[in-house]
């Protein structure tokens, strides 16, 4: 499938928020192209970059004339405009309700957790890494419940949900989180993995 006037994403592609963009567009099948920012040596503060999204995070995405930013939103809009059965984003307001639950902690456990983990301990950056390891080990304690009870969060099928959880989950080990005691979210990491078009996150070097 492609866009009528192409689609760029500009992205970093050790960020696991760009990872989940990006996968959004490989599992809908969208011919684009992945522009990599510099963030090392400051790309998303140039003004540029601060043109399509003043907060300069990655990642960002160009469908034509149109622009979105943030990744959970990138998500949104993906699955609204080229999903029409609406697999990735249901319709049904108790369904859309409850993948939009799984968005949020795409914003608040999942990035307080794993992803800052992993951000400490890899790139350096200031801050609690214990505190981090905590709250990741809590979410994966939520994870495991929620995945014994069926294969994606959200029910028997693959939606948004899972793809805002899973790029810092599956890379958390890098954070110093362990996945050992965690079966059925490992088992959820594999579903994903085994769906057509998937791309994987890239393991930090």
């Known amino acids: 499938?492609?866009?009528?006037?192409?689609?760029?994403?500009?992205?970093f592609k050790p960020s696991g928020?760009?990872?989940?963009?990006?996968?959004?567009?490989r599992l809908l099948d969208l011919s684009y192209e992945f522009n990599t920012v510099d963030l090392r040596g400051g790309a998303q503060r140039t003004p540029t970059f601060l043109a399509m999204n003043p907060f300069g995070t990655v990642p960002v995405l160009e469908d034509g004339d149109i622009v979105v930013a943030d990744s959970v939103a990138i998500l949104v809009y993906l699955?609204?405009?080229?999903?029409?059965?609406?697999?990735?984003?249901?319709?049904?307001p108790v369904q859309a309700a409850k993948v939009q639950r799984w968005l949020s902690v795409a914003q608040g456990p999942v990035f307080n957790g794993p992803a800052t983990a992993r951000?400490?301990?890899l790139f350096g950056r200031p801050g609690d890494h214990q505190r981090a390891v905590a709250v990741a080990q809590e979410?994966?304690?939520i994870l495991e419940s929620e995945l014994l009870r069926h294969p994606f969060l959200v029910g028997e099928q693959a939606t948004l949900a899972d793809i805002a959880i899973y790029s810092y989950v599956a890379r958390a080990p890098e954070g110093d989180v362990a996945l050992d005691d965690f079966t059925a979210v490992r088992a959820w990491l594999a579903r994903l993995e085994a769906l057509p078009g998937f791309l994987a996150m890239p393991v930090a070097g």
């Open 1 to 11: 499938m492609t866009s009528d006037q192409g689609i760029t994403l500009h992205g």
């Open 17 to 25: 928020h760009s990872h989940r963009a990006e996968l959004m567009l």
């Open 79 to 92: 699955a609204t405009r080229y999903d029409p059965a609406r697999r990735w984003l249901p319709t049904d």
């Open 119 to 121: 951000i400490i301990k």
């Open 139 to 141: 979410l994966l304690k």
